[in-house]
């Protein structure tokens, strides 16, 4: 029988493909109509005849999936964010999962600061306004946004970043250059706050109150989802504005619909979606909305970065060996594990 096999669930950029070409692993690539990802019955028809699965975040890789092959080595996601992968079901089964940290953390903070301005400065509407001819003369009170660096009045604004992991942190840094007071909340990092000159502890309460512009970049848990919900909206100032590069469901859309349609913040700004593709009704309407298609981490070089980091994720799968960048280590040391390796 082959060896060496990857299912790798749609094309991946270039730089990817050539590790595992130069590993001698036979790739399987899933092609799909535009814009249609993989089906279920192909990805679980995939993943029964691999070796090593490559998904995508699009993909749910649930227990059903892990459970389809007693044979498989590993799962390498080309993403830093793991929802879609039912970790707790891979360590039970003996699969090491792996992600690509790291090598997008600036290039998502970018696109985080992107939105900011974007939203507070209401660029995509001037934008419209534009292209749609409707530009016939200079006014004093046309489209007056939000103000992200203190201005002509000298007040700082407050940034607030929930999730003060990589991206929070590199957020957080391109506020120097804005002079911007930042707060930041994240439970699992008190220390890394208390002790960073970038940011000023704050609970979350606090941190909506005070904040003109709120930024998430926690990980979507039980415990995250929904953690912006109608009270959370509610709490924030009337003119301040949310934004979400992180995962979708950790914003209660409904509630955010709401939110911005009758004025409890000022605006939003997102690249990602509750129920993706799909919007929350009335989402698109709000004309206090920046919306992106998901594609924080999408520069050429960052994508090619992550491709060759899931591929060499994958290699040491193949080769039976603990993969750099794997997020349930401990599997390494179950007997579930050991019986797969063989
Ligand atoms: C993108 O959303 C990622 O998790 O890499």
């Known amino acids: 029988m082959a ?98 940290p790291g090598v997008l953390t600036e290039t998502t903070a970018d696109c985080t600061w992107a939105l900011i301005l974007a939203s507070a400065r209401l660029i995509p509407q001037a934008h419209n306004y534009m292209v749609g001819g409707r530009y016939k003369l200079w006014g004093p009170n046309l489209m007056l946004g939000h103000d ?55 609970d979350l309460g606090e941190l909506l109150e005070r904040s003109d512009f709120v930024t998430l970049h926690c990980l979507l848990t039980d415990e995250t989802h929904h953690l912006i919900g109608e009270a959370e909206l509610r709490r924030m100032k009337s003119d301040a504005h949310l934004i979400n590069a992180a995962r979708g469901p950790i914003v209660d859309e409904k509630a955010l619909v709401r939110a911005l349609r009758e004025g409890w ?44 980091m899931a591929a060499t994720n994958a290699v040491a799968h193949l080769r039976r060996e603990p993969a750099p960048n794997v997020v349930n280590p401990e599997v390494y040391e179950t007997e579930a594990y050991r019986r797969r390796v063989g």
């Not at 991946?12 to 089906?39: C, K, S, W």
């Not at 679980?44 to 892990?66: F, N, W, Y």
């Not at 000298?154 to 911007?180: H, P, Q, S, T, W």
Request: charged content about 25%; proline content about 5%.
């Open 3 to 100: 060896e060496n096999r990857v299912f790798v669930t749609r094309q991946i950029p270039e730089p990817g493909m050539a590790i595992l070409r130069e590993f001698g692993a036979e790739t399987t690539v899933f092609q799909t109509q535009e814009d249609r990802g993989v089906e279920r019955a192909d990805l679980l028809a995939g993943v029964k005849s691999c070796d090593v699965l490559l998904p995508l975040l699009t993909e749910p890789i649930d227990r059903e999936v892990l459970g389809a092959n007693d044979e498989l080595l590993g799962v390498a996601q080309m993403a830093v964010g793991f929802n879609n992968i039912d970790v707790g079901a891979a360590t039970e089964l003996g699969i090491p999962v792996t992600n690509t």
């Open 265 to 308: 913040i000022g605006g939003a700004g997102l690249d990602v979606y509750e129920d993706e593709p799909a919007m929350a009704e009335g989402l698109v309407e709000c004309e206090n909305a920046v919306l992106l298609p998901h594609i924080a981490s999408a520069s050429k070089d960052t994508r090619g970065l992550m491709a060759s």
């Open 148 to 202: 992200v660096g203190p201005g002509g009045s000298n007040i700082r604004k407050v940034l607030g970043v929930v999730g003060y992991g990589r991206i929070g942190e590199a957020v957080a840094k391109r506020a120097m250059g804005f002079d911007m007071d930042v707060l930041a909340f994240d439970p699992y990092s008190r220390e890394a706050i208390d002790g960073s000159e970038l940011a000023t502890w704050a």
